[in-house]
């Protein structure tokens, strides 16, 4: 799998010329950053998404209420910890590329109860990189070359910044101090692994 950081890969042309029939698989893409990737993605082309995403707190339809009756998008409510759904989703949609938004996010939500930041960031992540490798795996040699895994990180898991310190850069070492950084860091290895 062409697993890339989404800092990276604006700066490849490739990712955003297709084929006419092409389509991509966004997941989290009701939450506030996916759904501005999602509306600004479907305002700059006709290539469609399929949208899935758990509408758990931080999911707004209403942020993607442009869209409704657009056949460019799909919305599919799921999580990406459902190994079943990711399979039908892949199989059906054919997508040349996943952009993975999807996670619990927040802070504080991590430290009142972080089983749900390691059941969506780490496992969920790992479901879903698991189910597009099975989809890769059983592409045409042209078609696995041009796919790609885009992950979505925080800034979170390079620690904290104090008001004076320069901000962090992607050559920055891991300082989780949380929850949601550790399980987000946790999620960028598996992503990592999986290129590699």
């Known amino acids: ?3 890339e950081y989404m800092g990276l890969i604006f700066g490849k042309a490739n990712f955003f010329l297709h084929a006419g029939d092409s389509m991509i698989l966004v997941t989290g893409g009701a939450g506030f950053i996916g759904a501005n990737f999602v509306l600004d993605w479907i305002a700059q082309g006709n290539e469609p998404v399929v949208n899935l995403d758990k509408l758990t707190y931080a999911g707004n339809l209403e942020t993607l209420a442009s869209l409704k009756g657009n056949g460019n998008h799909v919305f599919v409510q799921g999580d990406i910890g459902d190994s079943a759904l990711l399979d039908r989703l892949l199989a ?3 997508p040349r590329a996943v952009v993975n938004f999807a996670a619990e996010s927040h802070v504080d939500r991590s430290i009142h109860g972080p089983e749900d930041f390691v059941q969506t ?7 879903l990189l698991e189910s597009v490798r099975g989809y890769w795996n059983a ?3 042209d078609q696995k070359a041009a796919f790609r895994f885009l992950h979505v990180s925080t800034d ?8 004076t310190d320069p901000a962090f850069t992607e050559e920055n070492k891991y300082e989780p101090n949380s929850p949601y950084s550790a399980s987000k860091a946790a999620s960028d290895h598996l992503v990592r692994a999986w290129h590699h």
């Open 156 to 163: 979170e898991v390079y620690g904290s910044l104090s008001k």
């Open 121 to 127: 960031n780490v496992l969920g992540t790992f479901r």
């Open 139 to 141: 592409l045409p040699a």
């Open 1 to 3: 799998i062409n697993a």
């Open 92 to 94: 059906e949609h054919k």
